[in-house]
């Protein structure tokens, strides 16, 4: 979707300003939300790109005023409620009103290091991918209401195939809860020039992980 968490290339929001010797966390608070997170997502209730759908459909002000742990926080709330596992008025009351639902697992203390490490999204392949390593490939210039993983800045444009990357979930398909729908996806070499016009540093190079339903041959 073209929201304003799409933010590569656009202007007047500043340079990137490191802060220096930056803490995990800011405030006990956002360790909770991090946990709250992690275990709600150990349910198996939604995908990892469920929860990237779901902080890109923060509206605006929200997500451009809010902290980092915070877009986690309000999407993490949204997310509770779409799913039907606590009602909006449970969130404003601070406690259940209501018996729960039963989810498929819940995360114990011994279960917390297998929480800490990502599992493999790679997917059996239905065909043989349609690009090699060296294929010039053409972006193609989607607006889709949905999510997407081909940022707005690399659609329209040429690149060159460095590597191919395997089958894995398409996200976005696995973003609505539409299941797996693997494609393969590939690491696309792009000069600066390309994505960012003349004026651009010619020495510069930009790299980009895209799935084939973004591909075209060029």
Known sequence: MDGVHDMGGMHGFGKVEPEPNEPV???PWEGRTLALNRAMGYTGIWTIDQTRYGIERLPPD?????SYYRKWAVRLENLVVELGLAGADEIAAGHALRPGKQLKRKLTAAEVPNTLTRGSYT?????????????RVHTKNIHPQGHTRLPRYARGKVGVVEVV????VYPDIAATGRGDNPQWLYTVLFDGRELWGENSDPTLKVSIEAFEPYLDPA
């Open 123 to 135: 997917r059996p392949a239905s065909a043989a991918a349609r690009f090699k390593a060296g294929d």
């Open 25 to 27: 966390f800011h405030a």
């Open 165 to 168: 990357r395997g089958c894995h």
């Open 62 to 66: 929200v997500y451009l005023s809010s």
